[in-house]
């Protein structure tokens, strides 16, 4: 096959890094072949008897096919599997339910290993699993996992590496294993994966489904009244909550929703109702379980407790403890489109074994012409916090009106929160809209897309439509997008959470040129805005413009954090609206 450029010195150098003990670390555009380039580092490894196997773990399940796609394309014959959640494989898992509620003593089916081998290399991972869903004999999740040993490929979710309860089912496959961990961007975020919600629509839910499966039952009448007491305690907490910004909320309050009898009536009934579910093998949403397992983690050392108008939320505020693991691991490649600078991943992750970083663009590139992407800075306008007010979204909106007007394709405009993008989206009412909701589906915002005409796309910063998501031809690879916009800098959310993020970081961390501001705010918005940009140039045919509406993207360490060379600036004045 024909290697591209960079392709070679990449995988040569990745080579040399893991046999000296390093952490390969791959920065490189999307469409430049990172998921070739790794797995080709990580096959050599195998071949040369240093490698056991290979695992490969991403963020989302759509994300396993790109995985897949390679395995076809460039390793014909080569085996794999990968490992969805047991709740996401089981036939008798509805949307939404718990791996943990899923009971598997009382169920008939049985692994086969070899079937779910022959299925996956004829029709794909998820028909394959699909199809051993209808099969009544057969169970698809252990015939996965049994797989696992017997494969040249393992693809894995985030929980299966980070997670220490989830790492239990595939922590005899790690030692020797070369683990590649797909858009290790993401690591920034991996406390997500432990996030613990409590509010009072999810009470209503759990008082529902009690009065539903509990009824005549002796523990229903005390379960209803702890769940009306604490969700009326709950509320008040919530009244003095902001809706955009986190507030800390110390564990002590949490304590005093319910007392401890009355919590271990909750568990009591989790109980009964996951026992419920297994004997009619059914499993759906345990919502008293739910409520069971908020409790549960309030003791968890590394979570803390956060509120907004809407509900309480446990979580990390330090990604350190959870991402040790990658120290453990005798040989990990990181690759992403925007990682991190590298002294980030040392301090802030915390990874302690010597990081090998290659940045393609940079040192082998540059993937895509330069002369296919075009800057334009807004001189005139920023989102700084106290500038936020109807005259501001005004002048936004004029100048996204006119970037439409004059765009070849598609727009994406993305915005720093879901607040902003409600003000443009009144505003621009009279194009073309998809607008962003936190219930927007991504597979629906595609198929419009590739339905044809020219749309606005109004993104939030760190959504569903501004990070991997294609907007894509699907049958020549070429970008639908020919305009990104930053409206504004994304900076995250000055709020309690990130303020005691960057202080419980600096606490830990000794000796860094790195400051508080770039570790909660500055590099976290570079990664947000190049994921952005990065959705436009998927090919070398693809051209497009890049709309940065915030003069403060004209500083120096702007400028040299997106690798921007040539730009033009822009006012309004020069911009024409209806609006
Ligand atoms: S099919 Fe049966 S054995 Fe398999 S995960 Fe579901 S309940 Fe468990």
Redesign the pocket.
Known sequence: MKYRPWQKPVIERGIKALLDGRVYAINSPTGSGKTFMSLSIAFRMKLLARAKRVIAVTRTRNQMLSYERDMRKFFPGRTYVALIS?AD?????QKGADTED???EL?S?RANPDLARAQIMSHGIFKAIDMMRDMREV????SLRKLMERVDLVILTYPYLFSPITRKAVEGILPGAVVIVDEAHNLDNVGELFERRLSPQKIDYAIRQAKRLLQGTYILRPLVAVLEKIKSRLVDILSTGDPERQRYLPKDKLWELAAPQEIATIFDAAKMIRNIMSNI?Q?GVNWVGSIAKFFESIDDEHLEAFYTTEEVVLKLVDPEPFLRILGKLDYVILQSGTLPPKEYMEKVWGITKPIEYVDVDKEYGPVFPEENKKFIVAEDVNTRYNNRNGELWDKYACYLEAIYRSAEANVLAVAPSYKIVSELAKRLRHLPLIVEERKTRLDQVQEKIRGGGRHLILAVAQGKLSEGIEFTDPATGKSLLSDIVLVGIPYPMPDDYHKMRGQRIMARITSTTLTEFDITMHIPAVITVKQALGRAIRSREDKARFWLLDHRYLRRNWLEDLNILRYEKITLSRVRCTH
């Open positions: 047991k494989a089981c036939p008798y898992a899923i009971n598997c169920c089916r169970c698809p999740y252990y093998r499993f």
